[in-house]
């Protein structure tokens, strides 16, 4: 599956995004979905899961601020993102896992730029 993230950009501390990422190909019901994050000069992290079931779950440091959800009419996973904060500043890359009998297939989108103000 090809990822496309979308819907990054500057927004003042206190406000809100709604990350889109579409994905091509087939199969996308069977994906779990994710989003993951690289501030400037750090690793990158996990930030959020949704399942092929739609159970999610998400990490603390956003917890109750982000939250994920899937369309897979749409062959979309999105990241609405609320009372972002300046150490929200970061890459946000989308992440498909398939589990198959070899092995997991990874995954990965181009990333969104998401910056902060204060």
């Known amino acids: 599956v090809q990822l496309q993230a979308s819907g990054g950009g500057l927004v003042q501390a206190g406000g809100s995004l709604t990350l889109s990422c579409a994905a091509s190909?087939?199969?996308?019901?069977?994906?779990?979905m994710g989003w993951y994050r690289q501030p400037p000069g750090n690793r990158r992290e996990w930030v959020a899961t949704?399942?092929?079931?739609?159970?999610?779950n998400s990490a603390d440091s956003v917890k109750g601020r982000f939250t994920i959800s899937r369309d897979n009419a749409k062959n979309t996973v999105y990241l609405q993102m609320n009372n972002l904060e300046p150490e929200d500043t970061a890459v946000y890359y989308c992440?498909?896992?398939?589990?198959?009998?070899?092995?997991?297939?990874?995954?990965w989108g181009q990333g969104t730029q998401v910056t902060v103000s204060s």
């Open positions: 190909g087939s199969m996308f019901n069977n994906y779990v």
């Open positions: 992440n498909a896992v398939l589990a198959t009998m070899r092995g997991p297939i990874n995954c």
């Open positions: 949704i399942t092929t079931g739609g159970a999610t």
